[in-house]
């Protein structure tokens, strides 16, 4: 493997354990700042690009971070495409099912929170891999999607886009009690309300971004009604963004709708919503049968559904321009 950058090499040396996800090992490490500790599965392919982008993947409840890195295709694609993931991992000290704690309002904020474990983690791995600082990207499964989705609202300067599968939208709820409330009817909250806190959130860095958003339909865990939730907050943050105004410069209709259907697997409809010139922003991924799972999973496992379209792959190459 040919590194890109000095320290790279440090991290490698150092790391005290390997699991095999794609081509290359995941290399294990523990990072650390004032809100605490977590592991992190780092995954570096044998062709890395020279200003390599990043991608932070989520883990959902009770799994684990080697486990969705093999189950979400992401080290595939790293493999293919020579970006670098790193794959952070809760613990059951800080919740009893290993879901990130997104409901908390800590984590809902620009510092603090578990949520600064991750961006500090960010900055530090693409700091290490000489990475571009324009191309980093949040995704995540179910609770990780969730505190995805708080991260791109309150740190769209740092990340430029969002992968949201089976997830909630920023500021969903702020108690475990509105949480079970919201995945199992959707929030109450106001969605212009909380897409103009997303806004203050991010403060003086905060940009337009792009999104995807892939829910199942038959999902009984986080109901389906939260992406359409999603798809219109983050519309309402890029309205006011790209000009200053909620004035319906992004559109709240599709302007595209395609009906597609994996050989074998599901049907699945794809909508993608964006500005009135038609530069599409945001793509909702409905996969119809669906439960709560990875749609298109790599490989077998808890909530890992091979017969969705490979979520990975939709996500990777709408955030990156590769579609």
Same mark, same amino acid.
């Given at each position: 493997?040919?590194?890109?950058?000095?320290?790279?090499?440090?991290?490698?040396?150092?790391?005290?354990?390997?699991?095999?996800?794609?081509?290359?090992?995941?290399?294990?490490?523990?990072?650390?700042?004032?809100?605490?500790?977590?592991?992190?599965?780092?995954?570096?392919? $044998?062709?890395? %690009?020279?200003?390599? &982008?990043?991608?932070?993947?989520?883990? =959902?409840? @009770? +799994?684990?971070? !080697?486990?969705? /890195?093999?189950?979400?295709?992401?080290?595939?694609?790293?493999?293919?495409?020579?970006?670098?993931?790193?794959?952070?991992?809760?613990?059951?000290?800080?919740?009893?099912?290993?879901?990130?704690?997104?409901?908390?309002?800590?984590?809902?904020?620009?510092?603090?929170?578990?949520?600064?474990?991750?961006?500090?983690?960010?900055?530090?791995?693409?700091?290490?891999?000489?990475?571009?600082?324009?191309?980093?990207?949040?995704?995540?499964?179910?609770?990780?999607?969730?505190?995805?989705?708080?991260?791109?609202?309150?740190?769209?300067?740092?990340?430029?886009?969002?992968?949201?599968?089976?997830?909630?939208?920023?500021? $969903?709820?702020? %108690?475990?009690?509105? &949480?079970?409330?919201?995945?199992?009817? =959707?929030? @109450? +909250?106001?969605? !212009?309300?909380? /897409?103009?806190?997303?806004?203050?959130?991010?403060?003086?860095?905060?940009?337009?971004?792009?999104?995807?958003?892939?829910?199942?339909?038959?999902?009984?865990?986080?109901?389906?009604?939260?992406?359409?939730?999603?798809?219109?907050?983050?519309?309402?943050?890029?309205?006011?963004?790209?000009?200053?105004?909620?004035?319906?410069?992004?559109?709240?209709?599709?302007?595209?709708?395609?009906?597609?259907?994996?050989?074998?697997?599901?049907?699945?409809?794809?909508?993608?919503?964006?500005?009135?010139?038609?530069?599409?922003?945001?793509?909702?991924?409905?996969?119809?049968?669906?439960?709560?799972?990875?749609?298109?999973?790599?490989?077998?496992?808890?909530?890992?559904?091979?017969?969705?379209?490979?979520?990975?792959?939709?996500?990777?190459?709408?955030?990156?321009?590769?579609?």
């Amino acid at each position: 493997m040919k590194l890109r950058h000095k320290n790279l090499l440090f991290i490698i040396l150092f790391f005290s354990a390997f699991v095999k996800a794609g081509e290359q090992p995941l290399q294990k490490g523990t990072f650390t700042n004032a809100a605490g500790s977590r592991d992190y599965y780092l995954y570096v392919p $044998a062709k890395v %690009s020279e200003k390599p &982008a990043l991608l932070v993947a989520l883990h =959902g409840c @009770t +799994q684990t971070a !080697p486990d969705f /890195a093999g189950q979400s295709g992401f080290t595939d694609l790293s493999d293919k495409y020579g970006f670098i993931a790193v794959f952070p991992e809760q613990n059951y000290k800080q919740n009893i099912f290993k879901c990130w704690n997104w409901f908390k309002p800590e984590n809902q904020e620009k510092t603090g929170g578990e949520a600064s474990i991750i961006v500090d983690l960010t900055k530090k791995i693409v700091r290490e891999v000489n990475g571009d600082e324009r191309r980093i990207y949040i995704t995540g499964l179910s609770a990780g999607a969730a505190l995805a989705a708080n991260l791109f609202a309150c740190h769209s300067g740092l990340y430029s886009g969002l992968g949201l599968h089976s997830g909630l939208e920023f500021k $969903a709820a702020r %108690s475990d009690n509105e &949480a079970q409330q919201a995945m199992k009817n =959707g929030s @109450t +909250q106001s969605l !212009p309300a909380s /897409a103009a806190d997303a806004v203050k959130c991010s403060g003086a860095d905060a940009r337009a971004g792009k999104a995807v958003i892939i829910h199942g339909s038959e999902d009984t865990v986080v109901n389906p009604v939260n992406a359409k939730r999603a798809v219109t907050q983050i519309t309402i943050m890029n309205d006011l963004l790209d000009d200053g105004a909620e004035n319906g410069s992004q559109s709240l209709r599709p302007i595209s709708t395609a009906t597609n259907v994996v050989p074998n697997g599901y049907r699945y409809i794809t909508d993608d919503y964006g500005s009135a010139n038609g530069l599409v922003h945001i793509r909702h991924v409905s996969v119809l049968g669906m439960k709560h799972a990875w749609s298109g999973a790599h490989r077998q496992g808890q909530y890992a559904d091979p017969k969705g379209p490979d979520a990975a792959e939709i996500i990777w190459n709408f955030l990156s321009g590769n579609q």
